[in-house]
């Protein structure tokens, strides 16, 4: 007859209570949103707002299926996904060689430093009016301010990793008589990960809202017009449904990341 080890009977038991865990805080999660909606639903059945300020859940429902029927929701969904992808991977990786860069060197952090900051502190938006000078209001104008706000936040993330790398790592690193490359790609990188998915996180989030902030400002197309469009004609269930397909999108992108930062780390430990 098999005997379980102690440490299997707790594997056993566990899995169960985790899963139980993870279903009572999904349900958790749930019930503000539930009960906005029963709010939303109650005001608009008793009258409390007109339907031109908040029309009623079933026609955003009916608007919501329509818009997928058709496929005009996936589509602006499509147009915004791939401009904030192409203008985060941009500025993903040149705040990644940036923060390199000055987390490594001093020199180089004394002299691009103090502009960077200065350079950080200006909002996002509010290069839009000379950059349509510049560029113009079509997609260079989208990816160049999307990159902007991925860049700032993934390379003072980068450069804070970097910095915060324990002195014992290195003086191994030294031990073993690494290169410089060595150096860098097997100790300051794997110990610099978290405040790198950090980065990545802040850095898609910003990109993200840069992204509805320059659509709703000039573009034909995507989610931010999607906004403008349905406030120009007064059809308020379509700018609530463009406001959920920005929520929900961005959560799902950020739930993304988070999951695999999970994945790493628990690999690092399993390494450890």
Known sequence: MAVLTVTEVHAAGGAPRVWRKRTMRGLTALLLPAALLLLWWTASDRGWLAEQILPHPVYVFEALRDMLASGDLVYHVGVSLRRVLIGFAIGACLGLALGIAMGLSERVEDYVKPLFLAFAQIPTLGWIPLLMLLVGIGETLKIIVITKGALVPM????????????????????????????????????????????????????????????????????????????????????????????????????????????????????EI
Request: charged share 15%; no cysteine.
């Open 155 to 270: 390379t003072l993330n980068t450069f804070a990793g970097i910095r915060n790398v324990s002195p014992r790592y290195l003086e191994v690193a030294d031990a073993l008589r690494f290169t410089r490359w060595q150096r860098l790609r097997l100790v300051i990188l794997p110990a610099a990960i978290p405040f790198v998915f950090t980065g990545i996180r802040y850095g898609l989030t910003h990109a993200w809202t840069s992204l509805v902030g320059v659509e709703l400002l000039a573009s034909s197309e995507g989610l931010g017009y999607l906004l403008v469009w349905g406030r120009q004609m007064f059809w308020l269930d379509t700018v609530i449904i463009a406001m959920l397909a920005i929520g929900v999108v961005g959560f799902i992108m950020d739930g993304g990341l988070n999951r695999t930062e999970r994945l790493i780390q628990r690999w690092k430990r399993s």
